[in-house]
């Protein structure tokens, strides 16, 4: 079974940072991506990053470039998402996901688990 579970969510203030985790479950070994999604209120679920599994690659949304670090923590099957220098438009439930697309896709379509998602609120 498939199991994805975020953690570390919260509330920052701006240009704060925080430290979102996925653990997941040995099934997902058998995928090849895993990416960080989000979505704001009355706004449709938008991609963050993403990385293979094997860590060799990983994409990032433009809104979120050198600010945000995707990485994957093999002891502990977990895949962080360190966030830096955090703004207000970051607020939004974050959730993880992964894929068996051969590639790193932004496309929510292009993944088929999910975990329920952490809430992130950062204040002005």
């Known amino acids: 079974q498939v199991q994805l579970a975020e953690s570390g969510g919260g509330l920052v203030q701006a240009g704060g940072s925080l430290r979102l985790s996925c653990a997941a479950s040995?099934?997902?070994?058998?995928?090849?991506?895993i990416g960080w999604f989000r979505q704001a209120p009355g706004e449709e679920r938008e991609f963050v990053a993403a990385?293979?599994?094997?860590?060799?690659?990983?994409l990032y949304a433009d809104s979120v470039k050198g600010r945000f670090t995707i990485s994957r923590d093999n002891a502990k099957i977990t895949v962080p998402l360190q966030m830096n220098s955090l703004k207000p438009e970051d607020t939004a439930i974050y959730y993880c996901?992964?894929?068996?697309?051969?590639?790193?896709?932004?496309?929510?379509?292009?993944?088929?688990?999910w975990g329920q998602g952490t809430q992130v609120t950062v204040s002005s």
């Open positions: 996901a992964v894929g068996l697309s051969p590639r790193l896709d932004r496309d929510t379509s292009k993944y088929d688990h």
């Open positions: 040995r099934r997902t070994w058998s995928y090849n991506n």
């Open positions: 990385i293979t599994w094997n860590g060799d690659r990983t």
